[in-house]
């Protein structure tokens, strides 16, 4: 079998820019490219079409590029079916410059493509304040799997076994015409801060899956007018999209987040689905164990029509009724 070694793709935009520099090579054999080291990027790396990116354990670390900042993901699918494993992310004293759409921080994303994220770590995915607090820009996502393309049919996304922290906005996000299975990951907020509403894993705008065995903590805000999520469903005509419908959210540990697992289908006034959702909450251990945000905190919040939440077990006064009353709840539910 041939082998070769190459330097790293880079996005079509970036490659026709002068700064555009990466250190990261990998040797390719059949499908498959393996990271040769630890290195750093300031442009997106590109995984061709089918193949599989395969870390090996090294790190990637964005940077900035000399006069400019970095745009994009870190490594994004370049084709419809991609793999990323085994990869250790990073980013280095990145600019405190907000972006959006294509441009928005991100860790690992699939746009329109099916296939695998497993066994990855995500050390950090931020941008720095002048301040030194945590910048407020809405991005910094560390996985995302979305499809709003020309693909029909929802296309299946496996996001398993990665260890996620020190993130932006989300760690794990699911959206559009996709059906994820989110299983066995790790994912730690900063904790109690004012600075951003961070969430841990979010599935929305119409997406499908499962939820199952992840930890996620420390997705605590503490700076007023909204609340963040361990685990969250956004969809329905409130969010822009249609509903998601069947979500399994079972057998999760989540500890310290305002608001364990959100549900918030809404119609366009805020009122719950006229249509079933019928998602499932079911055996999931979800704790708190201190009041930390001033408006809202619940173990469950359910926005649905046809809902099933049981099994689970919530504890500890953040989510007990009689801390502060009409704040703090177990089970909220505003179902149809």
């Not at 990116?53 to 900042?69: F, Q, V």
């Not at 709003?148 to 922290?165: E, K, Q, W, Y």
């Not at 540990?253 to 809404?266: C, E, P, S, Y």
Request: hydrophobic share 35%.
């Amino acid at each position: 079998m041939i082998k070769m070694t190459f330097v790293a793709l880079l996005s079509l935009a970036a490659a026709g820019a002068a700064h555009a520099a990466t250190t990261c090579s990998f040797v390719t054999s059949g499908t498959e490219m393996t990271l040769q080291g630890d290195c750093t990027t300031d442009t997106t790396i590109i995984v061709p079409n089918g193949m599989t990116l395969d870390g090996a354990g090294y790190r990637i670390t964005a940077l900035d590029p000399p006069g400019g900042n970095f745009h994009g993901a870190i490594i994004r699918s370049g084709g419809t079916a991609a793999q990323v494993v085994n990869t250790v992310l990073a980013t280095g004293n990145l600019a405190n410059v907000c972006a959006g759409g294509d441009d928005s921080l991100t860790g690992i994303l699939f746009d329109g493509a099916s296939g695998t994220i497993s066994g990855n770590t995500i050390l950090s995915l931020n941008k720095n304040s002048s301040a030194g607090a945590r910048s407020s820009c809405q991005e910094g996502n560390a996985i995302k799997a979305v499809n709003f393309g020309p693909i029909s049919g929802r296309i299946p996304v496996a996001i398993s076994g990665n260890t996620i922290r020190d993130y932006q906005k989300t760690g794990i996000i699911v959206s559009g015409e996709v059906d994820g299975t989110v299983t066995g990951n790790t994912v730690v907020g900063a904790g109690p801060q004012a600075d951003i509403g961070q969430n841990g894993i979010q599935i929305g705008e119409g997406a499908t899956g499962r939820v199952r065995n992840n930890t996620v903590s420390g997705n605590a805000y503490t700076g007023g007018g909204t609340a963040s999520g361990g685990i969250i469903v956004a969809s329905g005509p409130l969010h822009g999209s249609r509903y998601s419908e069947g979500i399994e959210i079972d057998n999760n540990t989540l500890v310290g987040n305002d608001v364990g697992v959100w549900l918030m289908q809404m119609e366009q006034d805020r009122e719950s689905p006229a249509v079933p959702t019928r998602a499932k909450v079911m055996g999931n251990s979800i704790s708190n164990d201190a009041v930390t945000n001033k408006l809202y905190q619940a173990g469950i919040t359910d926005h649905g029509n046809g809902d099933e939440i049981s099994g689970n077990h919530i504890a500890g006064t953040g989510y007990d009724p009689a801390t502060r009353p009409g704040s703090t709840f177990s089970v909220d539910r505003y179902n149809n």
